[in-house]
């Protein structure tokens, strides 16, 4: 009896982890169902080499570069500051910072990452626009720049933190060697300690952009959400996930094309970020270095 | 100056660049929450908490946003704890060196970095439109969950692998069963690390926008929901409604509103870090 009831909890507890599996084959069907019906009407070619996205409008054109262009023009801006600045202050608070100092800043900065990103959406209209258009006259109110500086800020929590992780990782009798060599802490950190982090610090960078090019409000909010083929981060752009947003504010009937167009919108977002969280994976398995 | 000296005067620059840094981080908070409290902060009051969405600034409230936070918070912790808890017991205690345990784990990590905006599309075909919920509480909580399904299971792993293996073998030692000694030990002793995991889960639940305006959940509702099964709002939807309005007065409201979900999200997160000091200092092995 007692048998079979651990039996019935084991197959039940099974049960609810098959569920995340479920999931993930729930997203692909959704994803690959819809954008099937999608190319039914639209040629793959037009999709990919079309320069105009303009689903909504009564002259069609299906070309998902403009939304990729938007993408990628907000995802470089933001690791360009994130990166950096996320980069400095892990090796500040690993080789410079005094514990206690360290104690007090980790739980603020994870404040920054507790932060909803409608919340960042705002600050990157209300505050960062109005700044920059200071600074540059005649850009427009909606711009990549802003969006892309603030979702920087937004990643800069996951940057440090990941990479303190791995610094944190590397023995202290490496360390303690470049000393004993008589470096100093700038030739320690970024001669030794960077290096043999290196393939964590990459991991953190890429699940940065992966983040990046997922993340919906901030530049919903402040991007604008015009489809342009352009890298100039001063004028409206749209992003993929902006796009998504944008129609499913509106009114768009259940089965139309234009419903499909964020299916086929959302497949090529996923295929990106499964890309990239795979090549972190790959990363961190081939590269991680074994000290013993 | 010799090479000694310049290394030196680098290694100072190079601190106080650090410095810079995490300020910069830091000022960027204090910025951010003070030009939120300036412009929101004097409209905050019983009338805009209770009030619902109007057309005129001054006049509209939050209520219906508030009260569907609330139902997608109450709603996403009952489908997602006992899922995600099982589902932890099961990788971490059951099926450890399976096949089907390699596969469920590759799985998780993956689905921890799909956007979330992707799961309100899974979430519109899979529940709102196959299963008949439409743009309903149910079917917004239901996606929710999936969402934070992943960040559960990782954070209670990490609490029961903390469990000094000692209690486990101690317990089997007694005679009693797997699960016996999964319920009456494990879970007891790593209680606090699973709850902290659960709030932090639920925290970023009650912050997100993309997928719940995805599934249709509304941007005007002049309606408190009172069952799962109605639409609803919630207050990122609120916010971000406001601000894609042209009239100052809503971006007033926007940063009002915000103040309150910032309120919600910094309880949550407080509650979680006091919760994970507390066990980290009353449980030593």
Known sequence: MQRIKERIIEITLALAAVITILTTIGIIWVLFSQTIDFFSEVSILDFLTDTQWTPLFADKHFGILPLVAGTFLTTFIAILVALPVGLTIAVYLNEYAPKS??????????????????????????????????????????NALSAGIVMGIMIIPLITSLSEDALFAVPKALREASYGMGSTRLQTAFKVMVPAASSGIIVSVILGISRAVGETMIVAIAAGQQPRLTLNPLVPIETITTYIVQVSTGDVAHGSLEYRTIFAAGMALFVFTFILNNISHWVKKKFQEKYE | ?????????????????????????????????????????????????????????????????????????????????????????????????????????????????????????????????????????????????????????????????????????????????????????????SFGGIITGIILALSRAVGETAPLIVIGALAYVPFVPTSPTDEFSVLPIQIFNWISRPQKGFAINAASAIIILLLVTFILNGIAMYLRNRWQKKVKW
Not at chain 2, 11 to 37: P, R, S
Not at chain 2, 110 to 138: K, Q, T, W
């Open chain 2, 1 to 189: 100056m010799n090479s000694a000296k310049k290394n030196r005067l680098k290694d100072n620059a190079f601190k106080y660049f650090g410095i810079g840094c995490t300020m910069f981080g830091l000022a960027m908070l204090a910025v951010f929450i003070g030009n939120i409290l300036m412009e929101g902060f004097t409209r905050i009051d019983w009338d805009f908490i209770t009030n619902f969405p109007s057309r005129i600034p001054a006049k509209a409230g939050i209520l219906p946003a508030l009260i569907g936070t609330l139902w997608i918070m109450v709603l996403t912790a009952i489908i997602s704890i006992p899922l995600g808890i099982a589902a932890a017991i099961y990788l971490e205690e059951y099926g450890k060196k399976s096949k089907l345990a390699n596969v469920l784990e590759i799985n998780i990590s993956n689905l921890a970095g799909v956007p979330s905006i992707i799961y309100g599309l899974l979430g519109l075909e899979i529940f709102g439109r196959i299963m008949g919920m439409g743009g309903s509480l149910l079917a917004g909580a239901s996606t929710l969950s999936l969402l934070i399904l992943p960040i559960i299971i990782v954070s209670t792993r990490e609490a029961l692998k903390a469990v000094p293996k000692s209690i486990k073998e101690a317990s089997f030692a007694l005679g009693a069963s797997k699960w016996q000694t999964i319920s009456y030990q494990l879970l007891p002793a």
């Open chain 1, 101 to 142: 100092f360290r104690k007090i800043i980790k739980p603020l900065l994870e404040i920054l990452a507790a932060v909803p990103t409608v919340v960042y959406g705002f600050f990157a209209l209300s505050v960062v626009t109005p700044f920059l258009q200071m600074l540059i006259p005649g850009m427009s109110g909606f």
